[in-house]
């Protein structure tokens, strides 16, 4: 940490400090890395390290129920939306299957998360799921196209909670 008061813009530096903290379990750490490596390189693609981090995140989140927590999800969207936008990743069909993985965890909790706000959550909520949707649009779309007979079946379980956020956005507006 030390180290970025000199070399704050060096991607280098936030690369290091994303591994470490992901190693001591400083999950705020990790999450403002990975957002300042998108910010100076537009993209971060180590899926090791973006797994780790939605598990973390999702394990941390399901013991808790405040009001933090929605907010804790948006970072699952960033994530998930910066793999999706470096362009290779349904190139692969093994990187498909682990960015279907974190879009389906991605559904899963931003829905879960909408469905226990209270009152003062429910629009944060609200955009929180929709983001993820929106996500998971671009996702099926991607991974639709590249036709991977090893993706078929999380691809049909990926559809199956995006089309259960899709129902119950609509009963709720």
Known sequence: MESLRFNYDN????????????????????VRGVHRLLDLRDKYDDLEVLTLLVRAIVDRQEGLGDADSAARYMVLVTLVNSKANSGSWPNNPDTC???????????????????DAVD???QQAD????????????????????DWPETKTLLE?????????????????
Request: glycine share 2%; no cysteine.
């Open 11 to 30: 991607w280098k530096v936030w690369e290091n400090i994303v591994l470490v903290s992901m190693d001591t379990g400083h999950v705020e750490d990790v």
């Open 127 to 146: 955009q929180q799921l929709s983001s993820a949707r929106l996500t998971g649009q671009a996702v099926i779309r991607a991974v639709e196209k590249q």
């Open 157 to 173: 379980e990926l559809k199956n909670i995006f089309n259960t956020v899709t129902d119950y956005m609509k009963s709720i507006m």
């Open 120 to 122: 003062n959550e429910k």
């Open 97 to 115: 299957m682990k960015v279907m993985e974190l879009t389906q965890l991605l559904l899963e909790h931003s829905l879960k998360a909408r469905q």
